[in-house]
């Protein structure tokens, strides 16, 4: 059974760093993409980032590029989420999800078949 966990939310202060971990079990296949999404109280569910192992192409929403990094271990089936220079607007559950092989739109959570539970995440200012 494919499960996810995600892992690495905390309360820090604006201008702080997180780093969060979204690990992988349960499955072989070495061809997937992992997601970040978020929501936030009273908000839709928004991605964030997104990695591929095949080729490990990344993609950010404008909202965090620049501040935030993906990275895969790809042999410990482990995505990371480095999060530097948090705003109060980070403030949001993150979810991490999996999608098998590449897709057009890494931010489309449709595309997504297995989600982990979500960290929470609060920038106070």
């Known amino acids: 059974e494919v499960q996810l966990q995600a892992s690495g939310g905390g309360l820090v202060q604006a201008g702080g760093s997180l780093k969060l971990s979204c690990a992988a079990y349960?499955?072989?296949?070495?061809?997937?993409?992992i997601g970040w999404f978020r929501q936030a109280p009273g908000k839709a569910r928004e991605g964030v980032s997104c990695?591929?192992?095949?080729?490990?192409?990344?993609d950010y929403a404008d909202s965090v590029q620049g501040r935030f990094r993906i990275s895969g271990d790809y042999y410990k089936k482990t995505v990371y989420l480095r999060m530097d220079n948090l705003k109060p607007e980070d403030t949001a559950d993150y979810y991490c999800?999996?999608?098998?092989?590449?897709?057009?739109?890494?931010?489309?959570?449709?595309?997504?078949?297995?989600w982990g539970q979500g960290t929470l995440v609060t920038v106070s200012s």
């Open positions: 990695i591929s192992s095949s080729d490990g192409f990344t």
């Open positions: 349960g499955f072989a296949n070495d061809d997937y993409t």
């Open positions: 999800a999996l999608h098998w092989g590449q897709t057009d739109n890494c931010f489309a959570s449709d595309d997504y078949t297995y």
